[in-house]
C-alpha cells in the first residue's frame, strides 16, 4: 500500500486540505517542514541559494529540491546546511517541531456506530 495518494508529489505540494477540493486533510510531511525552515531562514538572512549551497558544500539544485520538500536529506546534509544558516542541526530539528506544533493536526477518520467495539461494564 504506497505511504501517499496517487498523484501526490508531482507539481504541487498538497496542504493541510489533502489534495484540492476533497476535503481530506493530510498529516505534513517531514521534508516539507524542514524545507519551509530552510527556506524561510534563508530568506529572513537575504542570502541566495548559491551563497547557502556553497556555504554547506551541496548543489544550489539539490538544496532548492530541499527546500520544495522534494527530497530526504540525510542528517549530515541537514547539518550542512542549518550550519551553513549560522545553526545546529538541534536548531533545525526544534525550529522544524514547532512549525509542526503548529499545524492543525489531521483528525482520523470517525469509525461508524457498527464497527465501535463496547466494553461491558
Known sequence: MPLRPPGAGQGQRQGPQGPQGSGEEKEPLWRDVVGDVLRGERLAQE???KDVADAARISMPYLSELERGRKEASSEVLAAAARALGLGLPDLLSLAQTRLAGLPR??????????????AA
Not at 489531521?106 to 466494553?119: F, G, H, M, N, T
Open 47 to 49: 542570502r541566495t541559494l
Open 106 to 119: 489531521a483528525r482520523p477518520a470517525r469509525a461508524s456506530y457498527q464497527s465501535e467495539v463496547r466494553l
